[in-house]
């Protein structure tokens, strides 16, 4: 046979091989169902969850089929955790420090106040033992969890009122969820935890009379502005707000190596792509929020700043006292952020300070 038609018929039959696993993965397909904790199609999380449901069922060819409900489809969107753990759904999409109240050690993979930014604890995560100790964490309940989001540093949230000094705080009923709205409760803020979808009606109601969520790019879309108009900056709460996609581990377990790969490779893109979608919108829509509907943007001074502080020092002891996990984690991950985290202020950190004072962009 001459070499030309044996490289083409090799070609034509590595067509059909090709064209025959796609039916033949389907007819196979391993079904897995994601609750998630957001609304869906709502900007930035909820589309992030979706765009992460979709890639997994996309990137392995139909082998692992993906049916993806947003909060209140399946389950209400705090009843998730149970709902995978008890092995009903194979997974959840959401922010591990709501179940706080599982073990506070869930916060660190999250955001804990003073905490690590997005850059800081990707490293800790991937490079610096931190995915042993989440793995330890989520054992515990039946669970294997990844990093598969990251909002960055949250804004201080919405308030009906100024707040100029940490007294201002005394009396306030806000959303605001995790170890920082333990800070906010040791400064007379009465805290409650509110999904997504029930925080407007509720600032509505008057039963809450402030509210953190993420920043202006997500929070333009909740309509906060038509109740309050004070929005304040970075806060101390959550500097990185990373977000997981957990696994029922019996069911991760059953998986070949390369089903594996493909859940974990999609988990990896969309921690990339929400954070950069992220930023990328934020300061057009913090435009918006301004021009288009007088939102009033302040910054917290440095008052309150050394207030969050002192406060913070207290829930880390009162955390690590309720949870010799949590203490465990706690330990490797202040650790890490003094390793990490001052070799990138010298670094980054500096830089940044500097450009933008050159730039006029902190004015």
């Known amino acids: 046979m001459e070499r030309r038609k044996f490289l083409k018929g090799a070609a034509l039959a590595g067509a059909g091989s090709v064209a025959l696993a796609a039916p033949a993965l389907a007819s196979g397909a391993k079904e897995m169902n994601i609750v998630s904790t957001w609304p869906r199609d709502f900007p930035g999380l909820g589309t992030s969850a979706q765009r992460l449901a979709a890639n997994i069922e996309k990137l392995s060819q139909g082998a692992i089929k993906v049916n993806y409900f947003a909060a209140g489809e399946r389950v209400k969107a705090f009843d998730s955790f149970d709902e995978v753990a008890s092995g009903n759904s194979q997974a959840y999409i959401a922010a591990e420090y709501y179940w706080l109240g599982k073990d506070p050690a869930f916060a660190y993979f999250t955001a804990v106040p003073f905490g690590m930014t997005v850059d800081e604890w990707n490293a800790w995560v991937f490079y610096g033992g931190g995915q042993k100790l989440w793995d330890k964490v989520s054992d515990g309940f039946g669970l294997k969890a990844f990093a598969a989001g990251a909002t960055g540093t949250q804004a201080g949230g919405w308030f009906n009122k100024e707040i100029n000094s940490p007294e201002d705080f005394k009396g306030l009923k806000m959303r605001i969820p995790g170890l920082g709205g333990t800070v906010m409760s040791k400064l007379g803020v009465s805290t409650v935890s509110l999904p997504g979808g029930q925080i407007y009606q509720n600032l509505v109601s008057g039963a809450i009379d402030a509210t953190e969520w993420v920043g202006p790019f997500n929070d333009y879309f909740m309509k906060f502005y038509e109740v309050t108009k004070y929005f304040y900056t970075s806060g101390m709460h959550e500097p990185n707000a990373n977000l997981a996609l957990s696994l029922n581990k019996s069911w991760y377990s059953k998986l070949n190596d390369w089903e594996k790969a493909v859940i974990e490779a999609a988990a990896l893109m969309e921690n990339q792509a929400m954070f950069a979608e992220m930023q990328a919108k934020n300061g057009l829509y913090l435009k918006k929020l301004v021009e288009e509907h007088g939102v009033v943007v302040k910054s917290y001074n440095d008052d309150i700043w050394d207030a969050f502080g002192e406060a913070a020092s ?27 985290g001052k070799s990138m202020a010298l670094s980054q950190g500096q830089f940044t300070a500097q450009r933008n004072r050159v730039l006029g962009l902190d004015a």
């Open 314 to 340: 207290q829930v880390f002891a009162d955390t690590r006292a309720k949870s010799k996990l949590a203490a465990e984690v706690d330990d490797a991950f202040q650790a890490k952020l003094r390793e990490i």
